[in-house]
């Protein structure tokens, strides 16, 4: 998808108001300079999780935006260590993304994950001799499904010339993250009832029963609030219609239908995106 505000940003890199770089391309003194300061932008928003420098120096790859009048840093994005799903395809997750408040909504974000993308679709791995990265996926909340939409990301993916929703896409242990990073209690309760209830040969009594209610009325309450969310799209729709505008929240407003398919406790909704289709 041809993306307006990616182009303005790729115009501004030529025009050299901005510049581009990778973290691993900095001289180490400049990666340790450069990953402190994103671990305190990082702490400046409450939807963005907080990071660590040395977290932010054990990414398999962070891409960087700088203003070229202050050679600050004003946006970043970066694609964690890749781990392995069940289709046996590495795959990485995109996240971590952060644009200082006067640069918001000009398209920084986006430009950053298409650098992601071609970065890992083109097998530049950190170290020489490791296996390509066959894919990514992203977590999302409210704010930034439109970086994603613009970068060809979508609530289900085709592997091996099958189609696979997204939130089967991802690996085992990013759902583990939901415990140690997000620590979100009533998605860990959700996925530990899950689990219990997935037991072989579990007692039909009324206490799995009511846990069985606990876990629809999740579903419920999520297909409510992913409606609530396509309804308030269709209405900005409304106040500002354009082409390239329906083309972004239509396949928005799809990532929200495709997640409904899926069992994810933890988070709004996954997207994701093959390399090698």
């Known amino acids: 998808m041809i993306d307006n505000k990616i ?3 790729e115009k501004m890199i030529l025009n050299n108001r901005l510049y ?3 973290l691993n391309d900095l001289s180490l003194d400049q990666q340790g300079e450069v990953a402190l300061e994103l671990s305190k932008l990082s702490k400046q928003d409450d939807t963005v999780l907080n990071v660590e420098p040395d977290e932010v120096l054990q990414k398999e790859c962070v891409a960087l935006l700088f203003d070229s009048d202050t050679d600050e840093v004003i946006s970043f994005c970066t694609m964690m260590k890749p781990y392995y799903n069940k ?3 590495l795959v990485g997750e995109i996240g971590t993304m952060f644009t ?3 640069w918001q909504d000009q398209g920084c974000a986006s430009f950053l994950v298409k650098l992601i993308d071609d970065w890992a679709a083109k097998g530049n791995r950190r170290i020489p001799g490791k296996p390509p990265i066959d894919g990514a996926y992203a977590f999302l ?8 939409a613009v970068n060809d990301y979508h609530g289900s993916v085709v592997v091996d010339n099958s189609e696979v929703n997204a939130g089967d896409y991802i690996p085992d242990y990013a759902i583990e993250l939901c415990r140690t990073i997000c620590k979100d209690e009533k ?9 219990y209830l997935d037991r072989p040969f579990v007692e039909v009594n009324a206490e799995n029963i009511s846990l069985h209610h606990e876990l629809e ?6 297909a409510i609030r992913f409606e609530k969310y396509i309804q308030a799209i269709d209405e900005k729709l409304a106040e500002n219609g354009s082409i390239s505008n329906y083309a972004i929240y239509g396949e928005i407003k799809q990532f ?3 997640n409904l398919k899926n069992n994810l406790k933890c988070c709004d909704v996954v997207v994701a995106k093959s390399y090698n289709n």
């Open 7 to 9: 182009t303005n940003i």
């Open 20 to 22: 581009y770089s990778f």
């Open 87 to 89: 289709y046996g395809k």
């Open 100 to 102: 200082v408040s006067e």
């Open 141 to 148: 909340n409210t704010l930034s499904p439109r970086a994603f």
């Open 187 to 195: 998605a860990m309760r959700l996925m530990d009832i899950e689990k």
């Open 217 to 222: 009325e999740a579903r419920v309450e999520r």
């Open 256 to 258: 929200y239908r495709d």
